[in-house]
């Protein structure tokens, strides 16, 4: 099938609109009896199961689902806008599945061998070829009405647990859709209210999508399919092969974007912020891999801490504003999403499926993405922490999953930023998935308040500037130059004494032997410097070496670099790459392990605090007690 963008016409969709009619108002299916009872044993809840086996029996239902929406308010003979919405949805979405079968069918050889088989019926390895090619395309047809629902069904409610998967069957496209129709109207049945209507189907949606993925190996003849892109204009609706849908439809990115000559100080983060905007660019749809994982120091995870009004969220802005930018000029779909603690719900399991569906949206390797979790430590749990909510714990869980789990695949299409205050408090874990850390101190120097003074004051006055030259101390290269030689020091008291101690003991380090006796060093003092933290720290040095600004010409448009193909744009990075040096090597391991022995020395100090604070109140309570006491008020 011919991997290029594919659009539906009406005409297509609107010559099954009778059968999608009928299908939603009346249909025979045959169900599979478990063998349970219908009727729970008294006082159990449990259903009597027999002992004979049933398995293969089955009988027929009539299924109505115009009939199965309308009752669920059974008091008004109008239906509702809800109610009218999701049988309107479940019939385009019907007429849309069987316009998409067709699609399949004339992309492969379904089309000519049901032209064969009308003449004359199909005999051998063609009709054993046919039969393959019509469950391949009632397969296509099932995924395609789920992936209609998710998209196209708007609902947030409360969560819903008791969705079963469809009775599919794949004889052909309308005998999976007729699956689906019942069991999209047994989902349904089970709704209390109109307001619980969407929120089922959305789950059903989910259910099924998910049972057609687990069976995807039994079907020959999907190959075809699998590079598909389908696209609806007037639905807002797409299809890429098998990837599962969003879930929600994309809505155009409204934020308030920041300039790079608007943040004062932060330069390391800055720049770095800088470097992945451009380096999420080099991404290629069609190999789906980004040169710069290939080469390495590709940035797919970061976790940004600092103290409040530091300019973190500024730099969420900047970061987002300029992949938003690129991505205009190039054509590209762009993806930004935050999640915060206003998605951490009070149901079981409902926190992680919203923690998991945020990650989805931003990972989809069809556009390139940028997700963002402020306030890490109020979101995401330590494991430790008792006083935590089990949607907090599930959060975490889901996360680690994510960013660093058995499962997960880097393609360079986006990236994951964790911001906090207090980072310390950040389950050990899943900081250490973080593979860079950014250190938001804000403006430091006397240049820099100047300059950040002078930003917001504005113009509207005619104070002179006086002796300073503005901005002067925000050149990036000059700053970013600054900010990395100082950390060819410690900076951090903890490092700074093994630092010292190993000087002292080897001298400056001139040998890889030298730099694994100082990480080990670094192991020895601070227990959290673990393998996961040496990857990190390779990874940094990697990023370094790869520390190339591609020049701003191959942004402006997109023949210049942007639309090139994969190993041609690989080939323009590589010409740019240099070797590492140990400098840099002794930069990133102090970068990295300061922030390690920031965040222990924070926690320490946190616990210490609370430990003098509870002796505090222990010694304030014995002497209240020796006053009441000594009056003669204490029984």
Known sequence: ???????????????????????????????????????????????????????????????????????????????????????????????????????????????????????????????????????????VAAFAFGSYLLQLVDGEGEPVNDTEEPDFLFDTAQDALKSMVAGLDRAVAGAKDESEIASRARAFARVAIEGLLARKGRFDGLGAFEDAHIRLDSDDFTLDGFDVAPGQKRKPLSMSFKKPNEIVGNHIAKYQAMRLAKMLMAYDFDRQMNPFVELGGFLFTFIGDGAPGTGKTMLIQMTAGLINEYCQVAGYPFHYENFGVDQISSYQGKSGQNCKQFVNNVINPRAIGFGTVDDIDQVAAKRSDDRASAGQQEITGVLMESFQGASTVVRGNCSFGMFSNYPENVDDALRQRAGARWLVDGPQTRDDYIDIFVLLAGKNHKIPLGQHDLLEAQVIQKAINTAYEEHSRPQEEGLKKVYERYLDQFGEPRTMADVGTYLHMIKEAEPRFTGRAIKNVTDAIKMRAMDIDLPDVWFETPEAFMHKPYEEKKAMIEELRKPFSMAMVMQEINRYADSEFRYSDRSDDAAVSKMIRDARLRERAVREMEAMKAKGAWE
């Open 1 to 139: 099938m011919d991997a290029g963008l594919t659009t539906l016409s009406e005409k297509d969709i609107e010559k099954h609109r009778a059968t999608a009619q009928s299908m939603i108002t009346r249909i025979i299916v045959l169900e599979g009896d478990g063998g349970g009872s219908q009727t729970a044993l008294a006082g159990t809840g449990r259903r009597f199961v027999s002992t004979v086996s049933t398995g293969s029996v089955r009988r027929t239902k009539e299924v109505e689902l115009a009939k199965t929406v309308a009752s669920v308010r059974p008091g008004d003979q109008l239906m509702s806008i809800p109610q009218h919405t999701l049988l309107f949805r479940a019939r385009r979405g019907l007429e849309v599945s069987l316009a998409i079968g067709d699609v399949f069918a004339q992309g492969s050889d379904l089309e000519s061998l049901q032209s064969k088989n009308m003449q004359s019926p199909l005999q051998g390895e063609e009709a054993a070829r046919y039969k393959k090619l019509l469950s391949a395309a009632a397969y």
